[in-house]
């Protein structure tokens, strides 16, 4: 029973234009959501994250969008960049009254190439 | 050092062998956390630490995983009778705090665990 779904195992976008990636979950408790970053032979690396209370979050070049009605949320990069090639995790987790946030539940990640 | 650290970076040993893996995280972080990933899977949580509290073992898949965590620092991972299907990549994060809207966790490079 996956709680974070990223359906596209793989998005190619060339460089320079804008890359969309995609993430749905199940669990209505989910109240914050990451956004991970990984280069082979490398742990993940936090990208940006956002807590239920938003709909939005920029952090330059990366916004990450939320929209609670339909349980999804999506990574924007613009403009793409050759560096940006890596695979993209999204996380999710659950904050709670006692404002404990344990393990995270991670999707299986999207493979973004931006080509030249 | 400046980010998590875990050894070994591989580790090849036979089925019904026992290993232990290392995770030092962050200094000053109180939560610590171990995930696995298999191939093709996203990160899949295994157990947290906070500070020196008594673990969250939930998401351990079988009773020959244990973790333990000396002086709420150092953590090891030991899996007993090592199984084929234990292999994956073995992956350690902290964060500064269990919890709350910044519960950002920081990943080491991760240990990759081959049972032949």
């Known amino acids: 029973d996956q709680q974070v779904k990223q359906n596209s195992p793989s998005l190619s976008v060339q460089e320079g234009r804008i890359s969309i990636l995609n993430c749905d979950y199940t669990n209505s408790m989910f109240d914050y959501f990451l956004w991970y970053k990984k280069y082979p032979a490398e742990g993940p690396t936090f990208l940006i994250s956002i807590s239920s209370i938003k709909d939005k979050n920029e952090d330059g070049r990366f916004t990450v969008f939320l929209n609670k009605s339909a349980k999804h949320l999506s990574l924007h990069i613009v403009p793409s960049q050759p560096g940006d090639s890596a695979v993209y995790f999204c996380a999710a987790s659950v904050i709670g009254p006692g404002g404990g946030a344990d393990g995270l539940t991670f999707g299986k990640g999207t493979h973004l190439i931006i080509q030249p | 050092g400046a980010g998590v650290s875990q050894s070994p970076s591989n580790k090849v040993t036979e089925k019904g062998k026992d290993v232990e893996l290392r995770c030092d995280p962050i200094?000053?972080?109180?939560?610590l956390y171990w995930y696995r990933q298999s191939l093709g899977q996203g990160l899949e949580f295994l157990i947290y630490f906070q500070g020196n509290s008594a673990p969250d073992k939930s998401g351990l898949p079988s009773d020959r995983f244990s973790a333990e965590r000396t002086g709420g620092s150092v953590s090891t991972l030991t899996i007993q009778r090592t199984q084929q299907e234990d292999s994956a990549v073995y992956l350690c994060a902290s964060s500064l705090v269990r919890g709350g809207a910044k519960n950002i966790q920081y990943f080491g490079a991760g240990t990759r665990l081959s049972v032949l």
């Open positions: 200094s000053g972080h109180t939560a």
